[in-house]
């Protein structure tokens, strides 16, 4: 088991790299903005429009989909039961869905959680309670499965610590853990492809990405090695947790007993929009919150992360 002092510390230095070349990228956007402005297209009456991009359905229905801490099951549902157009004929049996807490626990926090873990059994999805996201490979039910996407919408460790350095090292202790255990789910094969929307960046080695605009459609074929897709909102203090670069480079192992953390590719980012997951509203956890009375969704956007292990032969 991995000594959590050491990693933190590791982390810990990390952030503060992250937040002086944060710091100077705001003073160079500052910069920049001050001597060029672009302006917004206008309609006939002169107001400022706001013009649509293109909407992401980051599965295809042959995908074999692991869902990892739903809170009341409601973007489960969405997929296996009121999924968008594109996901018309996918299989109910192709989705498993799990949640961290019991099921007693879960069905005691969300009173409507029962009904739709009714609905998706009934569509032919596995529910499984009691799975811990960051030790996914001990679970009897997944061991020996491979996934074509494993999915994690806004992951929180669900401490509720005050401190933002140490709220934010908690978290990306929890995203790790994730990161590392879903290396053991993920189909192997060849790197997925992209269909880009924009000019491919000439240099991917460090590709965070985390304010442009829509990355490409996968059109990787149904043998391409599996993906894991981390939905996060995309201010602060979650883009403090850095997965861009977690995913990418991970901090070493501290020991020679600590496991190593793989290293994986930014495939793509893009806006997830709550919209198209019908009846879906993520719940929150810690404080009044406990009984999933709060949500989330003031300011900014929700934005999803994929990546693949970096491994050629993987």
């Known amino acids: 088991m991995a000594k959590k002092g050491s990693l933190k510390s590791a982390l810990s230095s990390q952030q503060g790299r992250l937040k002086k070349k944060q710091e100077a990228q705001q003073a160079a956007q500052v910069a920049e903005q001050r001597g060029t402005k672009t302006p917004l297209a206008k309609d006939a009456k002169g107001k400022a429009k706001v013009t649509a991009g293109p909407v992401t359905v980051p599965f295809k229905p042959t995908d074999k989909i692991l869902l990892v801490g739903e809170g009341n099951f409601s973007f489960a549902r969405a997929l296996v039961c009121e ?22 626990e879960c069905f005691e926090k969300y009173p409507e959680a029962k009904a739709f873990v009714e609905e998706i059994r009934a569509k032919g999805a596995e529910v499984f309670f009691g799975v811990d996201a960051t030790k996914l490979e001990k679970v009897p039910s997944l061991r020996n499965r491979q996934f074509d996407k494993i999915v ?3 992951p929180h460790a669900g401490k509720g610590i005050a401190d933002q350095d140490r709220n934010i090292l908690s978290n990306q202790v929890i995203l790790l853990g994730f990161l590392r255990s879903s290396a053991h789910l993920l189909k192997k094969g060849p790197k997925p492809s992209l269909t880009s929307r924009k000019k491919k960046r000439s240099d ?16 990787g074929s149904a043998d391409s090695r599996g993906t894991i897709l981390v939905t996060l909102r995309n201010v602060p203090p979650y883009t403090l947790w850095d997965l861009p670069r977690l995913a990418k480079n991970p901090p ?3 020991s020679q007993a600590d496991p190593v953390n793989p290293s994986y590719v930014q495939h793509r980012s893009f806006v997830f929009h709550r919209s198209l997951w019908k009846g879906y509203q993520h719940k929150m956890t810690k404080g009044e919150r406990a009984h999933g009375t709060g949500t989330t969704g003031q300011g900014g956007e929700d934005r999803t992360w994929e990546f693949y292990i970096n491994n050629k032969v993987h």
Request: cysteine-free.
């Open 204 to 219: 991917d080695s460090d590709r965070e990405d985390v304010n442009s605009e829509d990355e490409g459609q996968s059109s």
């Open 252 to 254: 070493p192992p501290q």
């Open 152 to 154: 994690w919408n806004f």
């Open 83 to 104: 999924p968008p157009p594109a996901l018309e004929f996918l299989p109910g049996s192709s989705v498993v869905a799990t949640a961290y807490d019991t099921e007693a």
